[in-house]
């Protein structure tokens, strides 16, 4: 009997997988799509169904012969591609390529990297299932249309080298609506009054006013309050109630990639992109010593909450025996499933009970250990009991004035002990808040006194911008793209400068809402959220078998050039459009200034271009980059200027481009790790901003967070930084004891 070949997309996975099969196998890696279409033309025939014209990768030819060698050496050849739609498409590519050597080929699907998953794989092979092939060709064939014919239109109407996308686009366009209606909203004051009261042998406590004769309070601006606050200094209060009930909270589900990246975002501060490759990591193999390589959690990729009876059975056995009887239901929990959900694969869970987080954490680096352990966490907490508290209202009432004070203490902690989401859970007490505790003891007619009155005003807030884990919500929840493309689409728009990040928030660009704005008034029907989840939808029936991948494509394709035709001819009235006049003169041959878009954002430019090709950045951009800071070049003794590029502002010397001398901007702030270079601000290639040593690359100091000179009080650390979070607001912390403390007035920001 001679070798079987298994073909597998990772070389980290093969070399996994070679140390459980042994010599009757050879494993091979295609290192990722061995085709693709092509870049420099649509190449897909709409004419001829669609038929799409994939070529091997440039670079790919040495690894294809290999496989076909190897192929031609075997008995039977099994591709072993990621269990998902595109690996199908994948293994569809290679078996073309290698079925002339051999023909005895078979689909295998590994869910898992351990013994047990890839014997089962093994044991159970398939064909290569076309109709999974066909959905993944609609898609990339409907996505190369649209990015294809649309982005030359917008290159006519904006400028040369921007593009646009079905799945991007629409994301793009949630992104700049929320930015549209931040600018729209106006900010209505209103107050609210927290008072501080004692009943008789009880601590302090504070509540609330919830009513007013009755009703809601409204109190609009300070002269209400103020008459509120009067009247209720007059009043004698009383607790009038006293409410005790039991609460309980359920588990959340084990991970799916959507609420992975959420998560890793929120608790890790991981984007999507970097929390995908730390998952692929995980899935094809961590080497555990001893000669032991093994996948830590099962596929990444995955709509499904579903999970295996015998991973239910171990982790069921694994809470009895570390946390006792009652942290154990007495059945195993299930999770509804999602109304979008292809339920292709189970849930994100550890491969084996066996490897809990800390037996491992040697063999893993400090982001790998956080995801798997969050991975890990997630999965043992959902299948334990629930959390219960007791929760306490007391209404305090004097006059037309009643009080509330809220608030509960945990009576079992159930899951919690494993995965505490306690952040996230306003019914939790919050012992560090001395507004929300309540003494024991109250009781109804019981006399309270007044302590303390605290009126505070406020102000309405507009809806929050995104995050990149809260757009992944917002995409999953409407239907729009596929957990294989949520990184990728949010990357997208970050590259495409439409969107830029600032401490995590995606702020739309005025590009981005330029071309926006195009493409809807261009392509409402083609570009809008009801469309993108109905293509989604369609996909699903090619998937199924249910629709042929022609009948799809024509019912999207035909529609669409429709539209482009019909504002094609209207490309040239767009582009003027967004060209703004000017009171200004060119300074070279008098003809009126304009303002233009270019790569680099709007300009202004001669009307009489060609002829005049004179050109100067807008005035108040030139304010903000070509202020002159007082700083003589190095070189010619020029005055430096400040300038901007792709990666943040710089200093420039004014006499370019006879003098091409740059330097950073410093911080003031020595660099603490190399005490020589100075802390700079710079940007990443995503546009989030980070500071840095001048020095780099011989100094490799950075940091996410703007430095502020303040000296620690308690490590005396030179500096300290700036965050900010929901809960607690703007404030400082030690970068190097975490010592935290509020931010005042006399810090010096940098």
């Excluded at 649309?150 to 006519?156: A, R």
């Excluded at 100067?616 to 903000?624: Q, S």
Aim: charged share 25%.
């Amino acid at each position: 009997m001679g070798k079987s070949l298994i073909i597998v997309e990772s070389p980290s996975k093969a070399k996994t997988i070679n140390k459980y099969l042994g010599k009757d196998y050879v494993v091979e890696a295609s290192v990722g799509h061995i085709k693709n279409l092509p870049k420099s033309k649509l190449g897909v025939d709409v004419e001829h169904g669609y038929e799409s014209d994939y070529q091997l990768i440039a670079g790919k030819e040495p690894v294809v012969e290999r496989l076909a060698e190897l192929a031609a050496k075997s008995d039977k050849v099994f591709i072993a591609t990621d269990p998902d739609r595109e690996g199908e498409a994948i293994a569809f590519d290679i078996a073309q390529e290698v079925v002339a050597k051999n023909d005895n080929i078979y689909r295998v699907l590994f869910h898992e990297i351990t013994p047990a998953g890839i014997t089962e794989a093994m044991a159970n092979p398939k064909k290569i299932d076309q109709h999974l092939v066909d959905s993944q060709r609609a898609r990339r064939a409907m996505d190369r249309i649209v990015g294809y014919k649309i982005t030359p239109f917008i290159w006519k109407t904006v400028y040369y080298g921007l593009s646009a996308g079905r799945v991007q686009s629409v994301a793009l366009r949630l992104i700049c609506e929320r930015e549209a209606q931040i600018a729209k909203f106006v900010p209505v004051e209103y107050w609210t009054v927290t008072a501080q009261f004692q009943a008789e042998g009880s601590e302090p406590f504070y509540a609330k006013l919830a009513k007013v004769a009755g009703e809601d309070p409204r109190i609009p601006e300070s002269v209400t309050a103020e008459g509120y606050l009067a009247d209720i200094r007059k009043q004698t209060f009383a607790i009038a109630d006293v409410q005790k009930k039991v609460v309980k909270r359920n588990p959340l589900p084990p991970f799916i990639t959507s609420t992975l990246q959420q998560e890793a975002a929120s608790r890790l501060r991981f984007s999507a992109k970097r929390t995908m490759m730390l998952a692929q990591k995980l899935y094809e193999g961590i080497d555990l010593g001893n000669d032991e390589i093994t996948g830590l959690i099962t596929y990444m990729r995955t709509d499904s909450t579903r999970l295996s009876d015998d991973a239910v059975t171990a982790v069921r056995s694994y809470i009895y025996d570390s946390y006792g009887p009652e942290f154990l239901p007495k059945e195993p929990r299930l999770f509804k499933k999602g109304k979008a959900s292809q339920d292709a694969h189970e849930a994100i869970r550890p491969t084996s009970i066996a490897h809990a987080p800390k037996s491992v954490k040697r063999h893993l680096d400090k982001d790998l250990y956080a995801l798997y352990e969050l991975i890990w966490n997630r999965f043992v907490a959902c299948q334990m009991s629930v959390a219960t508290f007791e929760q306490v209202s007391v209404d305090i009432a004097g006059g037309d004035y009643s009080f509330r004070a809220t608030g509960s203490l945990p009576i079992f902690r159930g899951f919690l002990q494993v995965y505490d989401d306690i952040a996230d859970d306003s019914t939790v007490l919050d012992d560090a808040d001395p507004t929300s505790r309540i003494p024991a003891g109250l009781h109804k007619d019981q006399q309270a006194s007044m302590l303390a009155i605290l009126p505070k005003q406020h102000f309405t807030k507009p809806v929050a911008r995104y995050t990149e884990s809260s757009l992944v919500k917002e995409l999953e929840s409407l239907g729009i793209g596929r957990p294989s493309t949520y990184a990728m689409i949010v990357s997208t728009i970050l590259n495409r400068n439409y969107v830029e990040q600032k401490d995590r928030k995606l702020f739309a660009t005025e590009l981005g809402m330029v071309v926006t704005r195009i493409l809807v008034e261009s392509f409402p029907n083609v570009l809008n959220v009801r469309f993108t989840a109905l293509m989604e939808e369609e996909l699903e029936t090619v998937a199924s078998g249910n629709r042929t991948y022609v009948q799809v494509l024509d019912d999207f394709y035909h529609p669409f050039m429709k539209s482009l035709e019909k504002v094609d001819k209207e490309a040239p009235r767009i582009k003027q459009s967004l060209v703004e006049q000017t009171d200004e003169n060119c300074e070279l041959c008098g003809k009126p200034v304009v303002i233009k878009w270019g790569r680099n954002g709007r300009f202004m430019a001669c009307s009489g271009y060609p002829g005049c090709k004179n050109t100067k950045p807008l005035a108040a951009d030139a304010e903000k980059h070509q202020h002159v800071v007082g700083i003589k070049c190095k070189v010619c003794e020029g005055d430096m200027i400040v300038k901007g590029g792709r990666f943040g502002t710089f200093l420039g010397c004014s006499n370019y481009p006879k003098c091409t001398h740059t330097q950073p901007i410093s911080m003031g702030i020595k660099c603490p790790k190399c005490k020589d270079g100075d802390v700079i601000e710079r940007k990443t290639k995503r546009k989030r901003n980070f500071y840095g040593c001048s020095r780099y690359p011989e100094c490799d100091f950075v940091s996410w967070y703007k430095p502020v000179l303040q000296e620690c009080e308690h490590c005396k650390h030179p500096y300290l930084v700036a965050k900010i979070s929901k809960k607690k607001g703007d404030y400082l912390m030690c970068p190097e004891c975490k010592e935290e403390s509020v931010q005042v007035e006399t810090a010096i920001a940098v």
